[in-house]
């Protein structure tokens, strides 16, 4: 009930179209803002997944450019390469099509387009884009980042390899379209991965030391869509009522952590995904248990609770926050998340992660005092 206690703002700038086929009103959308010519930002594996050709009859009526370079965890780089091509381009809007990649890409696009600067670093950081970017769609393809309703972009500075936040309300998409008939072909092992991305978003935002009712109502609504769909659409890929409730429950995470936050989870999956080039799901996925164990006496009733939407029964709230965690590494067993030791890590890179992991803008998040000390001893026990 302490949550009630905080004052709170909620703004919500995205309209949300969300349902199967919903693509085909991208025309009429494009036509509503006004949008004659389109820079999309994607990534080669869209179009060899045909995604592409699905929305092409939609901009028949306008020019577009595609900028398809971007790649997974993406690099400052990526973002003026892109920019550089918009520029000559000169588009009246912009829409990503994707993952989480290709949104943040965009959004850093945006941003390098409403400055002066063309070094996208110098909008590392809170409040540095200071005015509207250009009108923006984005049409997510995988069910996890929840970046198409945020006001956050990570992009990875190619220098040092840490993941930094651009975090601003200027580069919220103005529309998102949530097609779940779009996320049918993501192989059963990035259905996992981002699945599991947006129950952490969720679980994060949940116990932060920055959430609210509201949050928490948001971020239960998610955990439950994807604790009881995760594993059919992981199983049953082209099962659209499970992808359906995976697609909307990540956009309900993304909804509670954009006005909460993500926490210790989220720092230590940036530092490994910024060092080893990892899916940022995977990343979550294997460390979410390990944080949950640390967090778990100052979550005690909150992760109860989460150990209900999974359907444990329990007679003390201990008992049901140890079945939360017991729950999680379950989960993991049956998605197949592998170990820690598949994307690279190596125990001589500790020091090195934990400071990255420290310094991370959400560090402050985390319902326990995270030191640099105890991201070593949370790493050292990864297996």
Do not use: W
């Not at 060092?275 to 294997?286: E, T, V």
């Amino acid at each position: 009930m302490k949550d009630l206690k905080k004052e709170f703002c909620f703004e919500m700038p995205t309209e949300l179209e969300f349902g199967v086929g919903k693509i085909g009103t991208l025309a009429e959308k494009l036509e509503e803002m006004r949008i004659e010519k389109l820079l999309i930002v994607t990534d080669r594996g869209i179009e060899k997944a045909g995604i592409l050709d699905k929305i092409e009859s939609n901009l028949r009526d306008i020019g577009y450019k595609i900028y398809d370079k971007v790649e997974p965890n993406p690099k400052d780089f990526h973002v003026e390469e892109g920019a550089e091509i918009a520029k000559e381009f000169d588009p009246d809007g912009m829409m990503a099509l994707g993952g989480g990649s290709p949104i943040d890409c965009a959004k850093g696009i945006g941003a390098l387009l409403s400055g002066e600067d063309d070094d996208i670093r110098e909008y590392f950081g809170k409040d540095t884009v200071e005015k509207e970017i250009l009108p923006f769609i984005a049409v997510p393809t995988t069910a996890g980042t929840g970046s198409e309703v945020t006001f956050s972009s990570v992009i990875t500075d190619s220098a040092s390899n840490n993941k930094e936040s651009i975090r601003s309300p200027f580069i919220a998409p103005d529309l998102s379209i949530l097609d779940p008939e779009l996320t049918t072909s993501l192989p059963k092992n990035l259905t996992a991965y981002s699945g599991m991305d947006a129950f952490t978003h969720a679980i994060e935002a949940y116990t932060a030391k920055t959430a609210t009712t509201l949050t928490n109502n948001f971020a239960l609504g998610s955990m439950e869509l994807i604790l009881k769909n995760i594993e059919k659409a992981y199983q049953k890929p082209k099962d659209m009522d499970s992808r359906s409730a995976m697609l909307l429950g990540s956009t309900i995470a993304g909804i509670a952590f954009n006005h909460s936050d993500v926490a210790s989870v989220h720092c230590m999956a940036e530092s490994l995904g910024g060092k080893y080039d990892a899916p940022h799901g995977l990343c979550n996925s294997i460390i979410l248990p390990y944080v949950m164990e640390y967090n778990k006496e100052y979550c005690l009733e909150k992760y109860a609770r989460v150990a209900e939407l999974m359907g444990y029964e329990y007679e003390t709230i201990e008992q049901g926050a140890i079945k939360s965690v017991e729950g999680i590494k379950e989960l993991n067993e049956k998605l197949k998340i592998p170990s820690i030791d598949e994307i690279g890590f190596r125990q001589k890179d500790i020091e090195e992660l934990a400071e990255m992991s420290v310094n991370n803008l959400s560090n402050e998040s985390n319902p326990r005092e995270m030191k640099k000390e105890d991201y070593i001893r949370l790493f050292r026990k990864m297996r």
